[in-house]
């Protein structure tokens, strides 16, 4: 099973703190345990601060020595500045394509999310190296569901359509129904709390 971890999304500087090294700490932990990617997702950065903390996780991660790959979320600018493994793309409106992307990085690994069995075919049509589809056991925010699971059948579905690019299973995926999702067919699993625990 393959390991996917999202960092989640707290990174706060100010003057005198700066928590990339923690976070760098940690993402050093999975890659020696072996997880296969690290996805930097801090949306509240700006581009600088976010390039200092990728860069960061990434000489950590490298200095392991591990195969583990570091991503950086929807910010192609800083993935190229940082000589990241690859992105993930959002798939909302407006944001960059895989083609689009293929351009600047052509041989970059480019993960997709996906909520539908179109958005999953159009991943694969476009030339995506996985897709993270969910929410498989639903989405929780503060320890409220706001968004209902798709279920293992529907993750079956979209493992089908996407043919030989990985699936990896996100929303609601821990240690106890991880293996039910690669029973399914994902080839792994995505999660934040699962590899950052709060």
């Known amino acids: 099973m393959l390991r996917y971890a999202i960092t989640d999304g707290r990174l706060s500087f100010s003057r005198d703190h ?22 930097v997702r801090e949306k509240k950065l700006g581009a600088g601060d976010l390039a200092h903390a990728v860069r960061t996780v990434l000489m950590a991660v490298r200095g392991v020595g591990s195969g583990t790959r570091v991503l950086v979320a929807g910010r192609m600018d800083v993935a190229v500045a940082v000589g990241t493994d690859g992105v993930h793309l959002s798939g909302q409106p407006g944001e960059l394509t895989v083609p689009q992307v293929r351009v600047l990085i052509p041989e970059g690994f480019v993960s997709v ?48 359509a996407a043919g030989q690019m990985p699936v990896f299973a996100l929303g609601g995926v821990g240690e106890r129904n991880a293996d039910s999702c690669v029973e399914v067919g994902a080839k792994g699993v995505a999660a934040i709390r699962m590899f950052f625990p709060c």
């Open 18 to 39: 700066d928590p990339a090294e923690t976070l760098a700490k940690r993402c050093a932990e999975l890659a020696r345990q072996g997880v296969e990617f690290v996805l």
């Open 113 to 160: 999310s996906c909520h539908s069995l179109e958005e999953v075919r159009r991943a694969r049509e476009g030339g995506a190296s996985a897709v993270l589809f969910g929410p498989v056991f639903g989405k929780r925010v503060d320890g409220v569901e706001v968004t209902e699971g798709v279920g293992l059948e529907t993750l079956r579905a979209a493992c089908k």
